[in-house]
């Protein structure tokens, strides 16, 4: 899955960079929409984001594009391989990382994945 998200200026430090915390959030969310979309009427939540390493600093107005894909399906959770790249033409990555899911069920509990995706 792709998708592009534009920097703000409220999504800045003091100093006029992307706050870390902000493009931790923004793979989040991309790898949660791939999960969902793979697996739809599943409950995921984030187990873990692995290896948190920042490559290249971010200014407003830059044009972050998000690559999501399936990486492992256990019984009951998703990794995903997520890569943030800077601008539009050549690609510049500035963050790669994976991020497990596990499916819950109402009351918060592990629970199966269906055997194939919807």
Do not use: H
């Not at 992307?18 to 790898?31: M, R, S, T």
Request: hydrophobic share 35%.
């Amino acid at each position: 899955m792709e998708n592009y998200k534009l920097v703000l200026p409220g999504d800045l430090n003091q100093y006029g960079f992307l706050f870390g915390g902000y493009l931790l959030k923004w793979v989040d969310e991309v790898a949660w929409i791939a999960a969902t979309l793979d697996y739809p009427g599943c409950n995921f939540v984030t187990r873990g984001m692995d290896n948190v390493e920042f490559r290249k600093s971010v200014r407003q107005g830059t044009i972050l594009r998000f690559e999501a894909k399936l990486e492992n399906k256990g019984t009951t959770s998703l990794r995903y391989s997520v890569n943030a790249y800077r601008g539009g033409g050549e690609k510049e990555l500035i963050f790669s990382t994976t991020v497990t899911f596990v499916n819950i069920n109402a009351v918060g509990e592990k629970t199966p994945l269906p055997l194939y995706p919807n």
